[in-house]
């Protein structure tokens, strides 16, 4: 992912996500106000490459459209001990998660989804 460009809040000068304004000192950040982004990996016929490829995409858009997060529908998993979408999900979101100073959480309302909210 690139670096994104924004505003400093303070001044107006331009630069960096995560590094201090040249001209104030302060830190710069992206402006998240936007409703969490949705994405369902898991319903339509998924396989395990276009899960993967709908969620990094999903965070390439919640992030360019200043969406406070990324809910990723994955469904709840197998009893039967099968592998499923879930499986292959989460690690990444977790890694991405990581990477980004994201939060991961599981969605309360809905065992088959988590969130990832971008600070």
Known sequence: MS??????HNCGMQGQVGESCIKCNTELYRNLTGP???????H???DREDALRK????IEISLNGNHRGLKV??????KSGKATIKNYVLPLLRKEA???????????????AHILYFK
Not at 3 to 8: D, H, K, L, M, T
Not at 55 to 58: N, Q, S
Not at 73 to 78: D, E, K
């Open 55 to 58: 969620v990094i995409e999903g």
């Open 3 to 8: 670096s994104q460009i924004v505003e400093c």
């Open 36 to 42: 969490l982004y949705v994405i369902d990996v898991a």
């Open 44 to 46: 339509s016929g998924e």
């Open 73 to 78: 529908i994955h469904g709840r998993g197998s």
């Open 98 to 112: 990581k990477r980004l100073k994201a939060k991961l959480v599981e969605d309360k309302d809905n065992p088959g």
